[in-house]
Structures are given as C-alpha cells and as structure tokens.
C-alpha cells in the first residue's frame, strides 16, 4: 500500500470512530459545564508532544475525549462574546466540504461549488433586504471588513497602484476592533480614523460625525469612509442608518455598514435595519447569528467593478480561457482570498434543512430571551441595566460588588458564561443571545448565577 | 421542540446519511472523471433555487449526489495548479472541529484549541528546519503572504498609527500574484514592487537584485523587504536563499520566504531548502504539500514582537485578564483574523495517524514522479521540457501541435487534468505533483493522454 493511503474497511471504521465521538459529544453538551476547568500549563503539557515518527492509527481519534474536557463548549448557557452555536447539520455540511475538497478560486476550478456560493450569496443578500448585492464567504467580519475598506479606499482615493494616501474614515466609538486593524492594514493610518461620539443609546451621533467631516474638509483632509455598525459588539447598538446614508450620499462617501454581529437580525426585524440596502457594502457573519460552525463570514456590496478594481492581479498560470462570463467567474478577482474552501456547502445544508421560518424565530426568541433578561435585571433590586438592549446584548452590573469579581465566579462556577464590556467608563457585565440552544431556564440562570456569585464574595 | 433543534434520533440518522454519502464518494473517487462535462449554465440552474420557507429536512442531504457530478474530484490524476488531495483523515478531523465549534481567537476561548494548534506550528516548523520560529495556521498563502509583508512593513517603515509611506519590496519576477496583491492592500503600491530578472533555471538573479537594491537607494527610495520563493508556481524553481540572505542582511531587509507551494518539502529533501531558518517570515501550505483539506495555511516567523506590533488593536471586550502569559495568549494580537475556526484538529489527527515518516514518503513520491514525468518528456520525440524540474511541477510541450488546443483536449477527455505557464512566453502544458493518491500509472497517462490528444488533432 502507498504512504498516506488507507482502505475502504479502515476509512469506514475510522469515520465510525469519528461520528460516534461526534454523537457522545452532541448528547452530553447541555450537561457540560461552560468553561473547563483547566490551565494553560495543563492544556500546554497535555498537547506537547513531538510528531511521531510513526503513525499512532485509528488511537488518535481517543484523543478527542480529551479536547473535549479542554474546551468550551457551545452549550445553551453560553453567553459570552458573540458566539454561534455551531448548528449540527452545518458541522455535518463541513464534513462533506472536507471530503469533496474543492478549491473555490473561480467556477473553473469548482463548478457545483462556486454555483452554490453564488445561491447561498443570494439567499444572505435577500434576507438583509439588499437582493441586488453581490458578494462572497470568508473567514468572518475581520476579513469582510477589510475587503470593505478596500474597496472603499480603491473607490475613492486608488492606492493599489501609486500606493495608499491619507484618506479619512469615519466610524463611531463602539466601532469593533477590526475597523482600526482594517485602517492600519491599508496603509490609511489609524490616526486617519475619526471614531465619533454615541448619544445616549451609543449610536453614532449624525451631528458630530457631520461636525468631524467639516472639519477635516477644512483642514485639507480628504474623506473616503463612513462605516456604520448594525449591532455594536458591547450592545448592539445600531447606528442610524438612514440619517448616515444621506450624510455619505452628499459628501460623495463610501458607506460601509459592519453587520457581523447584528446584520442577520434584519431576518426578523427588518424594521429596524432600514436603509441597509443603500450601503455599498455590508459585512454578516453566518457563525454568528445564522448559528453556522465556525468559519463563515460574508462581504455583499452593490458594485462587482468596484471588487474587481480592489482585488483583481491575476497571475498568468490562473488565466481563464473562456469566452463564457459566467465561466471565467473568480471569486479571486473579487476578494482577499485565492485558495478558497467551500464554506457554502454548510450554508446549503443546514439553511435548507430548517428552511428561512426556523432561523427566523430562532434569531426573534434569542431577541426575546435578551428583552427577558433585560427585564429581570430592570426588576432586581440589586441589579442595574447599563444600557438599552436594541437587539440581543444586554450590559448590566450588580449593584454594590465588584463586578468584575463577580465575572470571575460566574465562570469558574460552570453554569452560564458571560463576557464583559465598558459603558461609559463603568465595567459591565455581558450576555449576549445567538444561540438557537438557549432555553428560557438558561436566560433565568443567568441572573440566579450573578446572585450566587455575589453571595459568595460575602462570605 | 425549539426551533433548528434536532432530536438525537433526527441527527444520528443525519450523521449516518452524511457518513454514507461521504463513503461512497471515497469509494468511487479514482473512477471519476477528472473534469465533470457541465456549464455554468448547467450548474447556476441546477443550484439557483430560493431559500425555502419551510424546511427540506433530511432529503437536502441528497443533493450531495448531484453536486458530486459537477465537480472538479481530488483523484490521484489531477496534476493541475497546487491542489493537495484532501486526506480523509484530516477530513474526519474537519467534522470534529465543526462539531467542537471553537473559536481560537486565544488561550482563554479554546483552551485546547489554542495548545493544540501551537503544538502542530511546532511541528510544521520543526519539520522544515525552523524550530525556533512561532506563528498560526490561517486560510492560505494569499493570507500568509499579507500578514508577513504588513510585518516587514511595520518593522521597516511603521505605517499602522500614521499611514503608509512608499518602500520598496524585490521579488522574483515568477513570484505569487499573491505578493502584488498583497503589496497593493498594504498601501505600498504595486509600483514598488520590484520584479527581479530571474537566471535560465527561472531562481531569482542576485546580481539583478543587489543592482536593484543599489539603483532604489541612490534614488532616494527605502528598500523594506525581499521576497524569495521556494517554489516558484509555475515550475518549482528555488530562490537562492543562502546568497538573498547575505543581501537581506547586509541591506537590513526584512525577508519573506514564500513556501505555500514548496516549503513543506523540506520534510524530504531539507538540502534544497538550505537557509531557509534564517527568514524573518515563512509561509506554508499544508493543504498543498501535506495534503491536507482546505483550508490550511500557515505563517511562521522568529520574532513575536513584530507580529504583535503589525497587528495587535484590541477591543476592550476581547481584554484578557490573567497574569499568565499563557493564558493570556491570543492569536488575534499576533494574525490578522479575530475569529478562527480549530484548523489545527485535521493536521493533529492526520500527522499522527499517519506519522511523519509516511508524509516524507509520499512527499519524496510526489518529487519522483515529477523526475520520471520529465524523464518521459525528454526522451519523447515530439515532446519538449520547457524549464529543470527541482521539485514536482513539470513545464512541457508538444512540438509540433497547438499546445492550448491539446490542454483543452486533455482537459475533455477527463482522464488527467493538466494546467499551463508560460515559460519565457512560450504556453506550457503544466503537471505538478502533491497527490498522495497518484500512481505510477497515473504519471504515464500523462504522456499518453498528451500524444491522444494531439492525434485528436490531426483528424
């Protein structure tokens, strides 16, 4: 037999070890506690070992019992970040992925594969309300947001060429990290960034933002960029759409909306995502709040020649011979990536297999569950809201402890993990909901657990 | 039941009907044709269909037959690109990570996650001769390449707080498309690319680039960087590493080696890659040359500090509290995605099931069939080697016929799959070989599906 080959018997038997650890791991994770109770020399000590020489066989996959004690499970009581929940017949979705192996660069190199990103693309676009976008996956909002802020800097101020000049982008001050990471990325310089004041409900003040673009247009500076974000990563605090678009549309600027955390939503509330389909592009992260494992993120935008002037520097041993547009199609030309896998194989799966209903009153009752916590944190006396809970974030604090003490004790008790934020300068504790797991007992938990906590500082 | 939830029963019989699909396709791979027969017409009709409303439940799975039939198959007679060939363990080791659903964006979100894939980066470097350097896996070499040329530009000429000022980078003017694109995105402008003149075996000419170097300084321009290859795409040729290192030093310039295609054959013949530990940044492809799914990139560098200093823009929501290094370690302060999925679990399943010895072998296999597929070629009347083959990608020609039209030929009549180069602009057929599934009889069908389709030709 050839190195690496295995037999059909093997191959079978080994994919029966890897399901039936794949089926232990489903039924046991509601019974797992939030967070492992481990250290980073314990998980170092544990994982260092040389590779071996020779094959240990079908006795690696005994390793997976192991991870499993060392990682953090995507349990309905997960409550940190903004986390999916990793829906199974996705994880199936990408288990067929991995066998077919495609090489999604262009339809050329992956016909069926490239058909159906462009399908799932449309499904995404349509359920935002932006169904004349286009658009590819990526790896998640960091990437989509780059590539945005490409395009934009492309559109406005051409840097691929002469290289780049010191445009100005505008974003608010709960913009996500990976705004600035984008900025200094491209060259643009992130003190070329303008993070703009938030009003009381920390949506970005129209206003101030007007104010800093007169400014700089004063100052000789040329502004490129607003980015609005949908959904701030601390409370989802969505930006005022409609208002910023006007102000992009009159001083000629790019709008890119990051929606990576809150874009999906407009799924069941389009009501409040009005004026989504008047940016030039958008950023949605399927892992997030379309509950797809990880990774799976998107960029849509209006204008394919714009992608095209960003990202097209074909290599003459990519050249595609055909006179077919839809045949010479590369998602190379029009994105970061060339190597691509086929991210859309879970999409096409797990979003057919539910169909549109389920994901949409599975993202309503997650919106539900934070407008019940919202409203026993309001009720508790002990407790405080620290800010509104437009979407599925709630930032709250106990009263008279040390907050971040109490976070300490919520996650080494096991039960619920929350994450943190800062409003207004105060330290905040942080659930937020995309988790089709949770239960209405999870969401009460979360306050019970806080109380436990706190109690137990006292003794 | 809640919405997108799945009963045990629903998703055991799911995880049974994607085992037996993923099964079968194994079974029948090397009887498959190497390019299905389909359009784009086909395919776009075949896959456009509106997200349902209600579910499809368990018959979605059956489309996987159907997208089977339109797509480009790993067999071992696909010689086309660099396209690993999709180790089923590793893709085994893919549903786990789906299944696991973790987010390694540090220490404390994927405990095990994070050891693991620093472990497997250990072995990747070690096994290529850079023990003592670090780095992470991402999506592939476009994405290695960016991160590592945003490095040498920070450490070179920081642009990240103020903008990006005009450096010159040298490559070799068979470099990736990769590079430019990258160089672009950065801000630094493809004008300051410098594409070096390379000798008659295709490696870049040193004399060319000290001139290079020399010409930029005199005119006032600041040299940052040198690009070398190991593993130029189009025909395997290595960048004198050993003479590019002494400029790279002597000059103070940051040096990348690009080894997405060829690096990872240092693991069987390390005397060709001689030097290649004295890189400041090294990128690798394991779904290349350890044949592994995609996605499997990897950046490997020697000076953290760098990294961190190129891409750490934290979020207060991400800030990590531990006083332990270790536990306070987190990717996204040293990559550039804050969210990743666990790439690590296939190369930790994969390398050991299989154990280094047998990934050497089918790597000093692949490099055989290379020498016996130029061998062939030479000793052919009507077949001419257009470039030396120094690891496993074969540039040739038919003398006498229209090479394009035998590529299109080669490529209908389905049994291997060849793609093209040019070579000192003359169009090349091109066979590269990073396939543990091919045979020896695999590498003789390509000499015979050439001379058929040239006999096509003549009627």
Redesign the interface.
């Known amino acids: 037999m050839?190195?690496?080959?295995?037999s059909?018997q093997d191959?079978?038997d080994?994919?029966?070890d890897?399901?039936s650890?794949?089926?232990s791991?489903?039924?046991s994770l509601e019974d797992r506690p939030t967070y492992?109770s481990?250290?980073?020399?314990q998980?170092?000590e544990?994982?260092?070992?040389?590779?071996?020489?020779?094959?240990?066989?079908?006795d690696?996959?005994q390793?997976?019992n192991?991870?499993?004690?060392?990682?953090?499970?995507?349990t309905g009581r997960f409550f940190g970040?903004v986390?999916?929940?990793?829906?199974?017949?996705?994880?199936?979705g990408?288990?067929?992925?991995?066998?077919?192996?495609?090489?999604v660069t262009s339809?050329r190199?992956?016909?069926?594969?490239?058909?159906?990103e462009?399908?799932v693309i449309?499904?995404l676009a349509?359920?935002v309300g932006c169904a004349r976008f286009t658009g590819s996956l990526c790896?998640?909002?960091?990437?989509a947001n780059?590539m945005a802020l490409?395009m934009a800097?492309e559109a406005k101020l051409p840097?691929?060429?002469?290289?780049?000049?010191?445009g100005v982008i505008y974003a608010s001050e709960q913009v996500?990290?990976?705004i600035?990471?984008a900025v200094?990325?491209?060259?643009?310089?992130?003190?070329?960034l303008r993070l703009i004041p938030v009003d009381e409900q920390l949506r970005m003040r129209t206003d101030a933002l007007e104010a800093a673009i007169a400014e700089d247009r004063k100052s000789g500076n040329t502004p490129i960029a607003i980015v609005a974000t949908v959904g701030a990563?601390?409370t989802g605090a969505i930006d005022p759409l409609m208002d910023i678009e006007e102000i992009a549309r009159r001083e000629a600027l790019w709008l890119h909306v990051d929606g990576a955390y809150g874009g999906l939503a407009a799924l069941a509330v389009p009501e409040k995502f009005q004026g989504l389909a008047l940016a030039d592009s958008l950023s949605l992260?399927a892992?997030k709040w379309l509950?797809q494992?990880?990774?799976c993120?998107c960029l849509l935008y209006r204008d394919q020649s714009i992608a095209h002037a960003a990202?097209s520097?074909?290599?003459?041993?990519?050249?595609i011979?055909s006179q077919?547009p839809?045949?010479a199609?590369a998602f190379f030309e029009e994105s970061?990536?060339?190597?691509?896998?086929?991210r859309a194989?879970?999409l096409?799966?797990s979003?057919?297999?539910?169909?549109?209903?389920?994901?949409r009153?599975?993202i309503a009752?997650d919106l539900h569950h934070a407008q019940m916590l919202a409203e026993m944190i309001s009720s508790h006396a002990e407790m405080e809201l620290l800010a509104p809970v437009p979407l599925s974030a709630v930032c709250f604090r106990h009263r008279s402890k040390d907050n971040?003490a109490i976070l300490?004790r919520v996650i080494a008790r096991g039960r619920v993990y929350l994450?943190?934020?800062?409003i207004n300068g105060q330290f905040a504790l942080?659930a937020c909901f995309v988790n089709?797991?949770t239960?209405t007992d999870d969401v009460r938990a979360i306050v019970s657990e806080v109380i436990a906590a706190a109690d137990e500082l006292n003794r």
Chains 1, 2 share one sequence.
């Open positions: 050839r190195e690496l080959e295995i059909n191959l079978s080994l994919a029966d890897a399901l650890l794949a089926r791991y489903w039924t492992p481990t250290s980073a020399k998980t170092t544990l994982f260092s070992r040389p590779w071996p020489e020779d094959g240990r066989g079908r690696v996959f390793d997976f192991l991870i499993t004690e060392h990682v953090r499970p995507s970040y986390v999916g929940s990793g829906e199974p017949v996705g994880a199936l990408e288990l067929l992925a991995a066998v077919l192996n495609q090489n339809w190199s992956a016909p069926a594969a490239t058909s159906i462009r399908a449309g499904w349509q359920a790896g998640g909002g960091s990437t780059l490409a800097r840097a691929n060429e002469t290289g780049a000049r010191p996500h990290m990976s600035p990471k200094a990325l491209l060259g643009i310089g992130r003190k070329n990563v601390a992260d892992h509950y494992p990880l990774d993120g990202f520097h074909s290599g003459d041993y990519v050249k011979f077919d839809e045949e199609f970061i990536e060339l190597s691509r896998r086929f194989l879970k096409w799966m979003l057919q297999y539910h169909g549109r209903r389920a994901f009153d599975a009752r971040q300490r994450s943190n934020a800062t942080r089709h797991r239960t």
